[in-house]
């Protein structure tokens, strides 16, 4: 693989600007974004693997893409790239002319489009290159496309790109510019229609993450062996004045329906015809406000986005959050970031409140069910507790937001949320998708939502109400008594049942004088009498005290859900078909063998996670 990189890495040779290879170099790196690796970290074994690769091979092409790696990568991958780029540089290796520019860039300004539901952010960074006005021209040891068009790594005639295509597509600014589409009209329910916008520059190929560091913006450690004319003091050109080029825009899409991720991130070289589409958009439009922020700000928010979607990269399924060409444009967006200025607290989510402690939430509740909105409510009682979810709902999982109401928001906590994560009482069932409906009409003037907002939000309810019967399974239907499932959540979280019914299988019947249905296995008492059953057969263990510590060890873990691998583990043995017991052992040896080594034992639980199918041994 590294090689087939690296021989796509001669098109950098052929390229004219530092945008386009930093471009197409972010893409390479994208190319296991987000991909698991059953030993080691990914960055580490694909990323500065390629970078030890680059280094050996010694050609331009290496050289070249060193350079870029020590902007764009990781702090081991950066660090690496550049020792590796400086000896190769000392060789007299050539290096393309631009080499130099490469993450050479000044923020021109910041601005962010906002919808009026408070969906999501698109965030807009400018930037332009540094450009030195030529003063004197010296002695040039970089890589020109006709000096490599007939050596070992051919590059195109000039004006041409080698043969070879990283990613199976061009980085060529002048076939994928579509300035047209840098900003979506607005459309959907968060007033930006993302599946239809074009990309400016660069590919979407699927998804890059990593961690949190290139080299300095705006001045790689690289730059004092890389002006024209050779090495400082080597017949370097005196100093020159510096005039920005190249300006470009950075895109990205920071969505709070997903924990204030960034979803998607693309890049345009028309700015000025994106900030006037973006601003005219929103002048004419009352669902959307386009408005400049300090660098600062932009910055701090950014790095929150951006860290929220690294964090997803922990749970199952979370690269599949973002959008398809998000990995191309991580690493590129990682570095810009660095290049703006720090020092200001990330600006908050429109329509954010103070933290509600559970008083102003009592408060809140208790002012709705007083309003004109809610008096057509038959059941004043299974409405209390429908308010008291959706409130709970827009505190904990919206930023503070509990009267922000939105169709995006509401589907998702009515289609996705309640039936993944609370449980419902039948009357509660009924009553939500009301509930809901009076929730909208009650907070939306609070907070200012235009007209228009108000009706797509109710539409939206409506049409999710006929499907929440469906989406919503009470697990009584399972056959399962409700008493039984009550004790197993006395804290209502749904996603908690499988996981504690695992580990407390035995909650009706009587086992000697022991009313099994009156133990409550959230209570440490009670849990070691359920232990003390299930192992009953094992009595006569000499360690039968420390085996039943490390049993009911994984069994409170697993009530409490920490770490979630450890559940995800169990299921994979389980499906593997490994019987309950044996699970329960391999989970304990696991546990015992990583001590206080919270990352190593996630890692070691992720392994048996990731195991391919094969029957038990």
Known sequence: MF??????????????TP????????????AWWGRRLRRGDVEE???????????????PAALTLLVAVAYLGTARQAAKAEGAALALMESDVARPRWAERVGAVKPQGCYVSRDAYGDQDTVVCTFAY?????????????????????????????????????????????QSRRADQDLAAPGTSSGHDLAARGRDIGTNRPDPGGDDRGLPAGSSVIAPAMGEGGPAGEGAAPPQAEQPEDAHALVVVVDYNMRGMARDAWVSSQVDKLLEKAGREAAGNPMLRFEEIEPQQARALLEFAMRA???????RGGPQLVSE????????????????????KRPAPLLSEAPYSRDRRAMLAAEFLASDAAEHLSDPSAGSRCADHIIDYGCDQDFNRPLRVSPTKCETFLLDWLPRKVLLSPAEQEAM???????????????????EGVRATLDAVWEAAGRFTEAYRDPTTFGLDRSLVERLLPDGDLSALARRAFAFPFLEGAHGEV?????????????????????????????????????????????????EQLWEAAQRLLDLGHDRHDVLHVLMEIAERMGDHPDELAAALDDIADMPDEPPA
């Open 3 to 16: 090689a087939e990189m690296l021989v796509a890495a001669r098109e950098l040779l052929a390229v004219r």
């Open 19 to 30: 945008l386009d290879a930093e471009l197409m170099v972010s893409d390479m790196l994208g």
């Open 45 to 59: 074994f694909l990323g500065e693997g390629l970078v030890d690769y680059a280094a050996k091979a010694g050609t």
């Open 130 to 174: 540094r450009r030195a006005v030529p003063a004197a021209q010296g002695h040039d040891r970089a890589v020109s496309t006709a000096t490599h068009a007939s050596g070992p790594e051919p590059a195109a005639k000039a004006g041409g790109v080698p043969p070879t295509d990283p990613g199976g597509a061009r980085h060529d600014l002048a």
């Open 309 to 315: 979607t690294t964090e997803s990269l922990g749970r």
């Open 325 to 344: 060409g998000y990995s191309a444009f991580h690493a590129f967006a990682r570095a810009r970031i660095k290049a703006l200025p720090p020092g200001r």
């Open 433 to 451: 998708p009301h509930v809901l409906l009076s929730w909208v009409r009650f907070a939306a003037p609070k907070t200012g939502l235009p007209e």
């Open 515 to 563: 009313d099994l249905s009156r133990m409550r296995p959230s209570e440490d008492a009670d849990r070691r009498v359920l232990l003390e059953i299930d192992h009953a057969a094992e009595r006569d263990r000499p360690d039968f005290t420390e085996h039943l510590a490390w049993h009911e060890e994984i069994a409170k873990r697993l009530w409490d859900g920490e770490p």
